[in-house]
Structures are given as structure tokens and as C-alpha cells.
């Protein structure tokens, strides 16, 4: 059994960054995420002037219910989805003028749904390139607050914004969706807010946020389940076993469902309250999968399947195709690379067992599709080769180093 110590959750460090910079008092987190998206996020909290003092393992914040600390930032949100989606909400519940904008990559994600709502609610918000896009204008004088509807169909961070940003607001907010993915992450959000001291919560379609400010707290932050996953399948692939501590039964994090689909293949799969172990058991078998819950996982499952015994299907999962990349497309390109045979639809993949040659993995900028296909390596004459290893900083910085870990305690 191999120990991987991995590194913080990436949304949960960003929500405990925005619930301490709203929060009343000083918050202290403990074993936050360090990597371009969480460094990014309190970078751009810094730039709105909040108080941060960061040492490692523990980030300090002084709260400011009452927005951002300058009258006027412009803030660089790089490729977080996190912060360019959360911050500008933020901000909208002060009172100033901020700018905001992101990277190419993040300038093409979609937005419009979270800036409608936000004008809904009467904020004079204006996108200065593609509408629904950044960058954009936010001219903030507060927000008094009341009902909306919302489409999160392509994104949960569009509600998990508006929910992190009800407290702020004079009246609370009432947000009733008409269609949302990746529901996990909203119980995350959920589960943080009420930590943070404010009674959000589900009711149907429709989530009610009262104006309970937040108060500030200590808090430690779990490992990220979604890094997990790569060497949780790194482990079944290989017939080798892996624990990750800090991470079991107790999680908030959906993305540990993955283990369930490893289990589902053959994998022997053990959950303690703060731990998972998984065991390859030299069996991997054909499963067919609805990963709308949990599709940060789809590229780590897409990179082990030509190795099961039978074709794996992956259903449901329509908006991985406006994440860091079209991750659809991009695991079927990498893969027909490989001489794997996949079929796609709109919202589904199809991948066919078959052998698996060497080749040069094209990253797309997507840390997913590189920790992914470096996964597939472990079990290919030759291994692969990513075109942008570096792309990885995103969330997981050391992930060459953990991996090459591991294959040296295997010995492959
Ligand atoms: O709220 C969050 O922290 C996240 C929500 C999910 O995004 P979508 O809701 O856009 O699927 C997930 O893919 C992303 O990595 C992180
Ligand atoms: C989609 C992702 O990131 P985000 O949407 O937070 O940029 C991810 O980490 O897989």
C-alpha cells in the first residue's frame, strides 16, 4: 500500500477564500490549495483590496462584509473558472468600480447566465468583448436582493456564485433553477455557507439564501478529490494499491464518487470516515457511467478505459465541452491517437478496448487531459508524451513528481 499525501481541494479553497474575505473577523484556513487557480483567486481578492496573509499551510483573512476594501481593480482572474465566475459577484454586492478579465482560454467560457442574473438583481454590469464573456465592467453600489431564476445547465458556478453572494445582499436571495449540473458542488457550497455561520439552503428548485452574514472561523481544508482520482486509477490500472488520506466517507466532495465507478470496474475499494484505498485487482471491466454529478472525472476514466474488457460508455456529460477545453473532443482525439476506437454524440463517449500505442498527447491547456493521458502512460510500451506539461499548475503543480513516485515505490 502506497501513501499519496494530495493537495488541497481547489472548490474549496476558493468558497473558504470568498467566505473569509465576506465574513465578519478573521479567518484561518488550514492546508489550502497552492496552485494557479487558488493562487489566482487570492490574488484577485488582494487586488480588491482584502486582507490576506499567506504562510504555509495557513492562509489568514480579515473579512469585509461590506465589499471590497478600494473604490476602483481591475482584476486578472488567469484560467480559474472559480474566481472569474465568483469574484465579479462579489465585488457586485460592494460598492465601487471593478473591472475584470481572464485568459483567452477563460475569455471563450461562458458567463451569461451569471451576468443576467446579476443585472436582474440591478446590477449595472457591462461586458466590454463577446456578450456573456469577460472581460466585463462592474459598476457595484450593492444589491438590495429579492427572487430570480437561474439556468445553470451549463455551469453550477453561475448559482454557487449568486448563493456565496446572497448574505451581502439587504434582503437575502431566492434563486429557483431551471436546469443544473454538477449538483455536488452546490452541496458544497451549501455545506460551507452554513459552516460560515448563514442557513442557505435547498427547497425543490429553488435555494433560499436569508441576509445572515457570515462569521469568520477556523478551517480546514480537505484534499481534492478530482486530483485524487488520477492516482486512485492509477492504482486500479496497475494492479497496485493506494491510499490518500484526509479524504473518505466524510467528504464534501462528490468527485470521490469515482471511487464507486473504479469499484464498479473490478477495483477493490475501501472508505473509512477520512480515508479511500483502492487495489487494482488486475480486472477492469466495461461499465457504462452517468457522469453529469462528477465530470471532472470524465478524462480520468476516458484515459483508462481502452483497458477494460469491454467498451465503457460515459453519459450526460454535455458541459465538459465548455470547460478548460471541449474535453469531449479532446479525449477522443487523444485517444484515436493511441489507435483506440471511440464514438461520441453531443453529451456521451463511447471507448472500445484495443491495444494502446505510444504518442504525443495534445494537452489543449487542459491539466485534466495532461494528468489524465499521463495516467494511460503507466500501461503503454513506450508511455506518452504531453505537448504542455506544464499545464498541470492549474491544480496540481507536483503531479510529475507524485507520479513518478509512485511508479518508482511499483517499480514500472
Ligand atoms: O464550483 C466548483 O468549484 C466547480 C464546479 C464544477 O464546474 P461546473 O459546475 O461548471 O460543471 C467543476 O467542474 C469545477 O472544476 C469546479
Ligand atoms: C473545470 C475545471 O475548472 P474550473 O471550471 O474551476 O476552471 C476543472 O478543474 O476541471
Redesign the pocket.
Known amino acids: 500500500m502506497t501513501l499519496v499525501e494530495i493537495p488541497g481541494s481547489?472548490?474549496i479553497t476558493?468558497?473558504a477564500l470568498y467566505l473569509a474575505a465576506a465574513a465578519e473577523g478573521v479567518t484561518t484556513l488550514r492546508r489550502p490549495l497552492v496552485s494557479d487557480d487558488s493562487e489566482g483567486f487570492a490574488e484577485g481578492l488582494l487586488t480588491l483590496g482584502y486582507l490576506l496573509d499567506r504562510r504555509p499551510g495557513v492562509w489568514q483573512v480579515q473579512g469585509r462584509p461590506a465589499g471590497p476594501a478600494v473604490p476602483a481593480a481591475s482584476v486578472y482572474c488567469r484560467d480559474g473558472?472559480?474566481t472569474a465566475r465568483f469574484l465579479p459577484a462579489l465585488a457586485a454586492a460592494g460598492h465601487g468600480s471593478f473591472h475584470f478579465d481572464a485568459s483567452e482560454q477563460m475569455r471563450r467560457r461562458p458567463l451569461g447566465p451569471l451576468t443576467n442574473a446579476l443585472r436582474e438583481l440591478g446590477v449595472e454590469l457591462t461586458h466590454e468583448g463577446a456578450e456573456g464573456h469577460h472581460p466585463l465592467r462592474v459598476e457595484a453600489r450593492g444589491i438590495e436582493g429579492g427572487k430570480i431564476t437561474l439556468d445553470?445547465g451549463?455551469?453550477?458556478?453561475f448559482l454557487?456564485a449568486l448563493l456565496l453572494t446572497g448574505p451581502l445582499t439587504r434582503r437575502g436571495l431566492e434563486i429557483t433553477v431551471t436546469d443544473l449540473?454538477?449538483v455536488p458542488?452546490v452541496g458544497?457550497?451549501l455545506a460551507m455557507m452554513n459552516a460560515f455561520g448563514n442557513p442557505a439552503h435547498r427547497d425543490g428548485d429553488t435555494f433560499v439564501v436569508p441576509p445572515i452574514p457570515y462569521q469568520a472561523r477556523d478551517y480546514l481544508i480537505e484534499p481534492d478529490a478530482?486530483t485524487a482520482s488520477y492516482v486512485l486509477a492509477a492504482a486500479a490500472l496497475t494492479g497496485n494499491s493506494v491510499t490518500v488520506p484526509g479524504l473518505g466517507s466524510d467528504s464534501l466532495q462528490g468527485d470521490l464518487r469515482f471511487a464507486d465507478v473504479l469499484r464498479q470496474m473490478g477495483a477493490d475499494v475501501q472508505l473509512t470516515p477520512d480515508q479511500v484505498t483502492v487495489t487494482g485487482t488486475g480486472r477492469l471491466r466495461g461499465v457504462t457511467v452517468n457522469m453529469r454529478d462528477i465530470?471532472?472525472t470524465v478524462p480520468t476514466l476516458a484515459a483508462i478505459a481502452p483497458f477494460a474488457d469491454g467498451p465503457v460508455r460515459i453519459e450526460d456529460v454535455y458541459?465538459i465541452r465548455v470547460?478548460e477545453c471541449d474535453r469531449l473532443e479532446a479525449c477522443a482525439q487523444n485517444l484515436r491517437a493511441m489507435g483506440v476506437s471511440v464514438l461520441t454524440g453531443p453529451d456521451w463517449l463511447e471507448i472500445h478496448p484495443g491495444p494502446v500505442r505510444s504518442t504525443t498527447i495534445a494537452c489543449h491547456g487542459d491539466h485534466r487531459i495532461a494528468m489524465s493521458f499521463s495516467v494511460t502512460g503507466l500501461r503503454v510500451r513506450g508511455g506518452i508524451t504531453l505537448d504542455d506539461p506544464g499545464c498541470v499548475r492549474k491544480t496540481f503543480p507536483e503531479f510529475h513528481r507524485t507520479l513518478a513516485e509512485l511508479r518508482a515505490s511499483w517499480g514500472i
Do not use: E, F, H
Not at 154 to 157: A, V
Open positions: 481547489k472548490s476558493a468558497r473558472a472559480t445553470a451549463l455551469s453550477s458556478q454557487t449540473v454538477s458542488y458544497i457550497t478530482s465530470s471532472d458541459n470547460k
